[in-house]
Each structure stands twice: as structure tokens, then as C-alpha cells.
T-cell receptor
Framework: DGGITQSPKYLFRKEGQNVTLSCEQN?????MYWYRQDPGQGLRLIYY???????QKGDIAEGYSVSREKKESFPLTVTSAQKNPTAFYLC?????????????FGQGTRLTVV | AQTVTQSQPEMSVQEAETVTLSCTYD???????LFWYKQPPSRQMILVIR??????QNATENRFSVNFQKAAKSFSLKISDSQLGDAAMYFC???????????FGKGTRLHILP
């Protein structure tokens, strides 16, 4: 079945440690996105990518990094520079260039930093 | 700045009644699409309906319809014959065709009263 897989579902890390969230899709989509969801804040765009080896900052990129070495994969690293990393993270993918293409979402990763 | 505003953090509606969720957006782009997504307690994001900005006709999907007022940059969602399964967070979003960026609002939590 085609879809987007985020892993793990729950992640616990100690403060000061970097952590990488996985996102893999087999939908052959060019565009991939990372969002952060906090209560009352909706979905805020962290990074997005339209093509391999290229990505753009979203509205809250500080303290995060991404890579896009393969079309299928768009991992997000939450660095120790991120002041408040505890949140729910959603990855999405979409077709490029057809305008109006919906984004398909993974199940999300709940990150808790203690 | 590109923003999406959902002014109703929470709403309640009696089962079988009609409810309207409001959304306004701010963009200088002329080529974009608008979306409503639903996020049930499972947190899986589900597309409800989409609207092409260059089309004046309002989109409809079964019990869901929109009122798109382009000049006012307004994009409200009407749910008719509300059902218990409609209880969820609803997010308004738009996609800029020029760079595939997708921006979301803060969401409206909808409660369905039996």
C-alpha cells in the first residue's frame, strides 16, 4: 500500500541531545513537508522540499535541520538549539506542479524532551 | 506575511444541524488553492474539500460545502446534517502554486452534541 510512514510514533530524548525523526513515502511524490503541531498553534511549517538535494525554510526553521538525499526520504533533525522541542511532528508529501494537489500526511511523531 | 486565520477556536453543533467554520487568509499571490482538512482524535489528517482560487463556483463534497469569497479572502466551510463522526479539529490551508508552500491555520475544534 502506498503511503507515508513516520517513525517512531513516540520518541523520548534528554535535553541537549539531537534527535532525528524519520519520514518515508512510496507515493512517488516530489514535494515533502515537515510541520510542528502544538495545542492552539495549528500546523506550523518547518521545512519543505520540492526536489532531491534542495529544501526551503518554513516559518519556524530555527533549531531544525533536514536533508533530502533520496526522493522517498525527508528526515528531520531536532537539534539542541531548538528551545522547546516537545511537540507533535507531522510529515507530508504531495505531487508537484499540478496546482491544488493535496498533501498526504503520515501518522505523526510525538517527541518529548525531558 | 502569508497567514491563515481561523477565528473560532472551538464550536459546538447539535447532531443533524448545520454549522459553518470560518477562515480568512492573507496572500499577495493570485494563483493558489484552498483546502479544509479534518483531524480526528487519531490525529490523522484527512482532506475534506478543496477550492481552486480562479474558480468562482463553490466546491461541494456531499455534506460539506464552502463559501469562497476571493475579494474578501474568505473561505468558510459549511457542514450540513452534522454527524457524531464529524467531531474533530478542522484546519483551513492554502497552497501557493508558485512554490508549493502549504500554510495552515490554527484550527477549529468542532464538538457534535447528541
Amino acid at each position: 500500500d502506498g503511503g507515508i510512514t513516520q517513525s517512531p510514533k513516540y520518541l523520548f530524548r534528554k535535553e541537549g541531545q539531537n534527535v532525528t525523526l524519520s519520514c518515508e513515502q512510496n507515493l512517488n511524490h516530489d514535494a515533502m513537508y515537515w510541520y510542528r503541531q502544538d495545542p492552539g498553534q495549528g500546523l506550523r511549517l518547518i521545512y519543505y522540499s520540492q526536489i532531491v538535494n534542495d529544501f526551503q525554510k518554513g516559518d519556524i526553521a530555527e533549531g531544525y535541520s533536514v536533508s533530502r538525499e533520496k526522493k522517498e526520504s525527508f528526515p528531520l533533525t531536532v537539534t539542541s538549539a531548538q528551545k522547546n522541542p516537545t511537540a507533535f511532528y507531522l510529515c507530508a508529501s504531495s505531487i508537484l506542479g499540478t496546482g491544488g494537489a493535496e498533501a498526504f500526511f503520515g501518522q505523526g511523531t510525538r517527541l518529548t524532551v525531558v | 506575511a502569508q497567514t491563515v486565520t481561523q477565528s473560532q477556536p472551538e464550536m459546538s453543533v447539535q447532531e443533524a444541524e448545520t454549522v459553518t467554520l470560518s477562515c480568512t487568509y492573507d496572500t499577495s499571490e493570485s494563483d493558489y488553492y484552498l483546502f479544509w482538512y479534518k483531524q480526528p482524535p487519531s490525529r490523522q489528517m484527512i482532506l475534506v474539500i478543496r477550492q481552486e482560487a480562479y474558480k468562482q463556483q463553490n466546491a461541494t463534497e456531499n455534506r460539506f460545502s464552502v463559501n469562497f469569497q476571493k475579494a474578501a479572502k474568505s473561505f468558510s466551510l459549511k457542514i450540513s446534517d452534522s454527524q457524531l463522526g464529524d467531531a474533530a479539529m478542522y484546519f483551513c490551508a492554502y497552497r501557493i502554486n508558485r512554490d508549493d508552500k502549504i500554510i495552515f491555520g490554527k484550527g477549529t475544534r468542532l464538538h457534535i452534541l447528541p
